[in-house]
């Protein structure tokens, strides 16, 4: 029995660090493609609406 439990946990734990790294890599991708648009249109960023302001302003890495 304890076995079983031992290898509930491990399968458990490789299942959530293969959730994260599905998730990091899904997140980098996302920004290297933004970044490759950005270098082809020569663009120096992108430019996002503030709901509070109505203001644009650049995209930061961590929105």
Sequence with gaps: MPQIILLLI???IAWIG???FVKD???LTRQRERLRREHATGAD???VKDPKTGEY???R???
Excluded: N, Q, S, V
């Design 10 to 12: 491990i399968a458990l």
């Design 18 to 20: 293969y959730r994260k």
């Design 61 to 63: 890495d961590d929105d």
């Design 57 to 59: 302003r650049l995209k």
């Design 45 to 47: 960023g992108t430019l």
């Design 25 to 27: 890599a899904e997140r």
